[in-house]
């Protein structure tokens, strides 16, 4: 499609949200009354920054007030198919016919084709990353799904072998999990396995991780970026140059303090809207950072296209693919006031997320073993991934410092 066009269809498509949302999801209806609009007044996608943003915590806090979804979805919870819950909790609505567009994008760009075999090595519980949007998407592609989920490596890679599995969907870091699975069970990556393409997201994606990860399997990966809340927002196409916006979103880049739209080039918060009827979510902001950039791809696609995700707008990070939020840190501390000062490092070695909990200790009595115990216990429980503890002398922690100090670099 033509610049042009383009964005008269995306317009189009928003009028049409707007108005659908506006009269069916009452939280977008308050959206809209509290800055005193009505739906005609959103025509452009200009007009959107006349709108509040809507952020994850806003969800959280809205769903709270009216269970479960706060008012963003405009359909009754009868009619819906599932009910998915990602961390927060955040419960989100899972249509009865699945048609949202980005993911199948992403694949398709990526060069899944009809008749490709695929491992979905995404968690498929709980969150509707793995069962609603890749399987469904996979489907859509009329490639077959091996729902294996996350974890079990070592039958993963007897999977793989067995089936002559031609595709991976999942995480980075689990595919070299399962490369150096594999190399330990003996087995040529290339002569063994039949990996040719790859769909990864939910991680950062560094570059000597792609080639390593290529090379040993003589495979190409190609990287997607989302939320769970909203779906696909960006896609690598076979050139890698960029993550083009798929065709069913709207996506801003804004300055973070004013919302307003910034232009091309210039780097700002990721906010998108989607079209979806069941779960309508206008000017939703992702806390993710990025720039535009419009210059012509050579694979042809005229949409614009994420440059690449820079970091967050808050210290939220992502962890193994997990978010962490400062909020959890500070859970964690309170439950021992055995602690005086915190923080939460995150680190990353041959390619593999760390989080290490310093800690400097209340008094001069020394910290026990059983205690750092319960309180690595206590990190698996609340952020639902392993922490190791530190114990560092008083005055370690600088004064202002960071509750999550993430220290991981992306070459
Ligand atoms: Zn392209």
């Known amino acids: 499609m033509p610049r042009r066009i383009r964005i008269e269809y995306l317009q189009t498509n928003l009028k049409r949200i707007i108005q659908h949302a506006y009269r069916h999801a009452p939280a977008i209806k308050n959206k809209l009354d509290s800055v005193g609009l009505k739906p005609k007044d959103i025509q452009k996608i200009k007009d959107l920054e006349k709108l509040p943003i809507t952020k994850k915590t806003d969800l959280i806090d809205l769903q709270k007030k009216d269970p479960p979804f706060g008012g963003f979805t405009s359909v009754p919870v009868h009619e819906l198919r599932r009910i998915y819950v990602s961390p927060g909790p955040i419960y989100e609505p899972g249509e009865m016919d699945y048609d949202e567009l980005g993911w199948a994008q992403a694949m398709f760009a990526a060069g899944f084709r009809p008749g490709d075999i695929a491992i979905n090595t995404f968690s498929y519980h709980m969150v509707p990353f793995a069962l609603n949007m890749v399987d469904n998407s996979l489907c859509r592609l009329k490639c077959l799904t091996i729902p294996t989920g996350v974890g079990n490596t070592e039958q993963q890679v007897h999977i793989l072998k067995n089936l002559k599995a031609t595709a991976f969907c999942g995480t980075p870091s689990f595919l070299l999990s399962i490369a150096e699975k594999a190399e330990e069970m003996g087995l040529n990556l290339k002569k063994d396995l039949n990996l040719q393409i790859g769909f990864v997201a939910a991680e950062m994606l560094p570059e000597s991780l792609r080639?390593?990860?290529?090379?040993?399997?003589?495979?190409?990966?190609?990287?997607?970026?989302?939320?769970?809340?909203?779906?696909?927002?960006?896609?690598?196409?076979?050139?890698?140059?960029?993550?083009?916006?798929?065709?069913?979103?709207?996506?801003?880049?804004?300055?973070?303090?004013?919302?307003?739209?910034?232009?091309?080039?210039?780097?700002?918060?990721i906010v998108a809207t989607t079209f979806s009827k069941v779960y309508p979510l206008i000017r939703f902001g992702t806390g993710d950072l990025s720039l535009l950039t419009g210059?012509?791809?050579?694979?042809?696609?005229?949409?614009?296209?994420?440059?690449?995700?820079?970091?967050?707008?808050?210290?939220?990070?992502?962890?193994?693919?997990?978010?962490?939020?400062?909020?959890?840190?500070?859970?964690?501390?309170?439950?021992?006031?055995?602690?005086?000062?915190?923080?939460?490092?995150?680190?990353?070695?041959?390619?593999?997320?760390?989080?290490?909990?310093?800690?400097?200790?209340?008094?001069?009595?020394?910290?026990?073993?059983?205690?750092?115990?319960?309180?690595?216990r206590t990190i698996r429980d609340v952020i639902e991934l392993r922490g190791n503890v530190q114990w560092v002398d008083p005055g370690t922690i600088p004064e202002g410092a960071r509750t999550i100090e993430d220290q991981r670099t992306w070459e």
């Open 211 to 269: 080639s390593n990860l290529e090379d040993k399997f003589g495979m190409i990966i190609r990287q997607s970026y989302g939320t769970a809340d909203i779906g696909c927002l960006g896609y690598e196409c076979r050139e890698k140059n960029g993550m083009h916006i798929p065709d069913d979103k709207i996506v801003e880049i804004v300055d973070p303090e004013t919302g307003k739209q910034l232009s091309f080039e210039r780097p700002g918060e």
């Open 295 to 376: 210059a012509p791809c050579p694979c042809g696609r005229t949409s614009p296209r994420l440059v690449k995700i820079l970091g967050r707008v808050d210290q939220t990070t992502k962890v193994r693919g997990l978010f962490v939020h400062p909020r959890q840190v500070d859970e964690i501390a309170s439950r021992y006031p055995q602690i005086s000062k915190y923080q939460l490092v995150v680190t990353r070695k041959q390619h593999k997320d760390e989080m290490t909990f310093r800690i400097e200790p209340k008094g001069d009595a020394p910290p026990g073993e059983r205690l750092t115990e319960k309180i690595e």
